[in-house]
């Protein structure tokens, strides 16, 4: 899913520019109702496959990635309800860094940015980005350490998708999903692990996925697979309280007393 969906007007994060600059406290989730599929990074997978499906996805360039399946349809997550909340327990990473990103620069260096469109970004109230002086306050400091683990662990999970690639273990998923109404929603363009190539692999190639920790994250992938039916029951369940409500009979009349 492209990073567009969530950052409408990405902008370098700017010491004089944003000098007053505030993020009110989080009003919700409403970012992010467009996204049916979010990036992942390795650390996630042990809370993420407790309530999403687990999958790859081939980035333009041939690059793999592992992403949360969030809805079934283009642009819909079906974990963000009519009210802004999000209605997991667990919130990827993806997600919770927003309204700041990391860019790469021209120099291939990489630059803060922040969403100018963010609902809660004002000068008034809110945690303030820098202080009188123009230094980084304690609230921006810990949003910049975070975006930095992120990136770590973006790196790590790049190299475990090399791993997978280079063992043929990713194959592409075709399912379907039957709705009650009649209609059937085809899921393709992921790809998942080959159970049958994965216990083909010979035994140095096994181990050394083993000594890696990959058969873990396969492990916690595959097992995650199971939430498909989860979004199929949120599907299902969010058109039913969209359908209208059926219309009132009109009332029957009194039938007339006969004659006495």
Avoid at 11 to 38: P, T
Avoid at 43 to 64: D, L, P, Q, S
Wanted: net charge negative; aromatic share 8%.
């Amino acid at each position: 899913m492209s990073e567009a969906l969530l950052y409408e007007k990405p902008v370098l994060l700017n010491r004089d520019v944003h000098r007053h600059r505030r993020i009110a406290a989080r009003s919700g989730f409403a970012f992010a109702r467009g996204a049916n599929s979010l990036p992942l990074a390795c650390a996630e997978f042990n809370e993420a496959c407790k309530a999403y499906a687990i999958v790859f996805t081939r980035e333009t360039g041939g690059k793999i990635t592992p992403v949360v399946m969030l809805g079934l349809r283009e642009r819909e997550n079906l974990f963000v309800d009519a009210q802004g909340r999000w209605t997991a327990g667990y919130v990827p990473a993806f997600v919770r860094r927003y309204p700041f990103v990391l860019a790469e620069l021209p120099d291939r260096q990489m630059g803060v940015c922040i969403d100018e469109a963010h609902a809660g970004l004002n000068e008034t109230e809110g945690e303030a980005l820098f202080d009188a002086d123009g230094r980084d306050t304690p609230f921006l400091t810990g949003a910049l350490d975070f975006l930095n683990r992120y990136q770590i662990e973006h790196m790590r999970t790049a190299e475990f998708c090399q791993r997978l690639t280079g063992a043929g273990l990713l194959t592409p998923m075709n399912a379907q999903a039957d709705l009650a109404d009649g209609s059937r929603l085809l899921v393709s363009d992921f790809l998942v692990v080959d159970e049958k190539q994965l216990m083909a692999l010979p035994d140095a190639k096994a181990l050394a996925l083993f000594r890696a920790g990959d058969l873990h994250l396969i492990s916690l992938h595959l097992a995650s697979l199971s939430n498909m039916q989860r979004l199929t029951d949120k599907l299902v369940e969010k058109k039913r309280s969209m359908a209208p409500a059926p219309r009132p009979l009109d009332p029957v009349p009194d039938p007339q007393p006969g004659p006495g």
